[in-house]
């Protein structure tokens, strides 16, 4: 049942928020794939930082689930997994990022 409802959670929380990391406040995968969405200048970002929630163990057994990886971080850019602080990075690297958050609107407009 918690998963369930975490489930419903994450659905919720990717479908209202256009950029969406789960992540944990130590993970150094986590602090990297944060920094590098900073970095190429995202709008607009959430953040769910899954040691400080008590369904933060549901949370990851959900996005296990949809995914097929637990571990985190869990990046999410307008309702579509693009994994996890790898990926992200080897997006970031290749161009292919700041391309996705172009296509989709989320970067920071600047003058």
Known sequence: MAVRNALKFVNSAIQKDPVVV??????????MAKRILKE????QMTVYELETRKDGEEIQEALKEMTGIRTVPSV????ESIGGGTQ?????????LKQLLEQHGLLEQTE
Do not use: Q, R
Request: charged share 15%; net charge positive.
């Open 40 to 43: 190429v200048g995202v709008s």
């Open 88 to 96: 992200t990075a080897n997006l970031y690297e290749t161009g292919k």
């Open 76 to 79: 999410f850019i307008k309702g």
């Open 22 to 31: 789960f992540s944990k406040t130590t993970c150094p995968f986590s602090i």
